[in-house]
């Protein structure tokens, strides 16, 4: 066959099986998304449409991937949480990276235009992502913890920045000046007596980012940090 | 702070640096791509615009990386050669690959209307990618040389096969049959003799693929398999 | 400094870090041992002094590397079990595998002349390694039942083989053909009618491997295939 | 089969494989070998006799591994280099790894009593290792040279070091003193000048380390820095 003497170059595609046994967390990142949302005018400390797109392309891949059971996003990053026995693409890692990967991407694009119907897209954006295996339950629950309790600090912080700027008349340079060093007690206070704003009414969504779960794919924004959401939930790290 | 005693599970990012001193090909493919073409209707056995917009997504990602130094595509995949010395992203394998897969994606997605005006995208279309490494420019070129010769392969049987079914009025079953054993001159022949079609004068595009190359990205649909292409352009494989 | 100009050649030196929170198996075999246990005249179908020796070789290991709290060994292969939190070298792959793997050799051959003091070794004897990770207990009761159950197995076929070729007068083809496809049942039944001996007299050694565990290194020949040795030494896998 | 509802926990061994076309170098390292040669009265700042053991131990290995084409040492360390296109044990990393470290480890502990006759070894030194890819005959002419380099520094310090110790009865702390700051050619002077000692004029095995070349396995005490070892010597970075 023609190409025949060329075709040793493929035993350089060397084998990226996934360790058996462990939970696989796919996480992706918005590419230099801060460039892109203030190029694209995204509303500050949150754009809701644009988290409700976010949103939309997690379920995309969660449809089309059955094995994957949970996801959890918020701002421009989201992480899918693998069964721990799954045999997708029999765990080779490149593979099921880039698929989730490109098609979290495509869905974004392609749905773009309902969420933003006015903006056109300047240009393609774009995620990057990784693969972290997790051996047990405990690191799993620990892992979207941090990534949960990481929603709730910057959206504290954000949201007191912006009313700051917004509202307060003060420069960015300022209003990180005002907040350097205030604890989660001061914020709120400030929040509150100087806006009006009762932190705890703002939206589940900004606060708690967004919690897919299998079966049929429910949208939550609901707290994943305490015990209460798996123990309810026990098929989502089991061990099938 | 609030997240940290959940910041351990960082822990299990593992670094995945790429080995210094080789040639990186990224290659990506159109994941069930088979169903895509046929739900929106490409033209057999090529479709020019959606080559062309392949090409247009492979310039993007030439355009936003410039350690690509080369790039060439057929049908619905294409391979990425990244110079020897780059150090984007310190050659962390999951970024780089990630990237580009999903910048190839976004911007495939983003362009699909202005090259397929009447169709609209019935979802999502995605790609799989993964990483080779080479040692030396030998075995770059072998690589190159091997997808290339795969594009004359299949662009042959394709053409044969389809003028047998769309012209010929055979079933694609009959049209299996009648190629199976053929080699190159039998299938020439048969084009030219049944259905007057010079296979050599057909568009290079189709039986070359597409080959870009810095500087100024030049697309061209030229022969890589042999050595002038590359002694005419030693900066490709050079060891910066 | 002198050197300075090719200390770019360390950065070659690629991380291998090995998953957290995964049990860490080192396994490793005689190398060749088929013929250096002949070249040593070993007993067949057991030489209680090779495996004496084996199991001094595994003492030292133990005694040296405080994170290895099992060890499982039969024939010419043990396999040490790390505990789970072990930051052993910072869990570098290359550096417990070889460490390990030396020590083990380099023991077995000083100690050599103690349980062969006729026999000179001829030729230095060598061992390979492997690392294999496992995420969860009942993968480490399962892999550590898998070894015991190869060395029940094995040994049940040596001893009726080598019955039927030293006491029976076949030859080692004969006995084969005598042993094809003969249950575990029709081996006892064999081994007692032909030869009066009733296997389960044999001495545990042959039966069961050797189990090295801590605290003080205990050497036992007991089962390990249930779960009563792992629920009377819950420290052994346990996530501290 | 008995075994076999255990047999899943080989799923867990994953391929190693390394990229094909690389040359492999394996560099082992005395363990704690600083107290290894205090226990055993190690002659300073060179004993000649535990230097002839390590070469010794590395011919061992050429001698069983003949895709091994070169060899250096210095200390307790020795660096191997595999042919480019060696398929050793199908390029397996921790086979190939384990091999050679056991060998060399098993042939050091063998041979010691005919290097120290009278020194009864006190405990079983070993051996850690390394494997290191280079991608071209460049990468691993400046590894080598890093090497030598390295032999080259150490050994002019250590040996004006000792001599003020031993010689000019200094303490150590003092010795280190004296040195502190010193470029080679003031070592050198002073070494003439203080104690008489021409360093040119001591053996090239303190000064070049230890080289081994196929074919015969040739040892040599020469220079590898410069050009012409290796024109000399084409096969040994020849890409067969």
Redesign the interface.
């Known amino acids: 066959?023609?190409?025949s003497r060329?075709?040793?170059?493929?035993?350089?595609?060397?084998?990226d099986?996934l360790?058996?046994?462990?939970f696989i967390v796919v996480r992706?990142d918005g590419?230099a998304f801060h460039r892109f949302s203030d190029e694209h005018a995204f509303a500050k400390p949150n754009d809701e449409r644009a988290l409700q797109l976010m949103d939309l392309a997690a379920r995309?891949v969660m449809q089309e991937y059955r094995d994957v059971v949970l996801a959890f996003g918020e701002s421009d990053e989201f992480s899918f949480l693998l069964r721990r026995s799954t045999a997708l693409y029999n765990r080779r890692e490149?593979?099921i990276?880039?698929?989730i990967?490109?098609?979290f991407?495509?869905?974004?694009?392609?749905n773009w235009p309902d969420y933003f119907p006015e903006t056109r897209?300047k240009y393609?954006?774009?995620?990057?992502?990784?693969?972290?295996?997790?051996?047990?339950a405990k690191?799993v629950k620990?892992?979207f913890?941090?990534r949960q309790?990481?929603t709730?600090?910057n959206n504290m912080y954000n949201t007191v920045f912006w009313a700051l700027v917004q509202q307060g008349g003060q420069s960015t340079k300022e209003a990180h000046e005002t907040l350097r060093g205030t604890v989660?007690s001061q914020k709120h206070e400030l929040l509150f007596s100087k806006f009006g704003v009762n932190y705890n009414t703002l939206p589940d969504r900004f606060r708690k980012g967004s919690v897919f779960v299998r079966e049929e794919i429910v949208l939550l924004h609901c707290d994943i940090i305490g015990d209460a959401f798996w123990s309810e939930r026990p098929y989502v790290l089991e061990?099938i």
Chains 1, 2, 3, 4 share one sequence.
């Open positions: 066959m023609a190409g060329y075709a040793y170059v493929r035993t350089f595609e060397l084998p099986t360790l058996p046994g462990t992706l590419h995309s490149a593979k990276l880039t698929t990967v490109s098609l991407t495509s869905s974004y694009v392609l897209l393609a954006p774009s995620f990057d992502g990784r693969i972290v295996l997790y051996p047990s690191e620990d892992y913890a941090w309790a990481d709730h600090i989660s061990e």
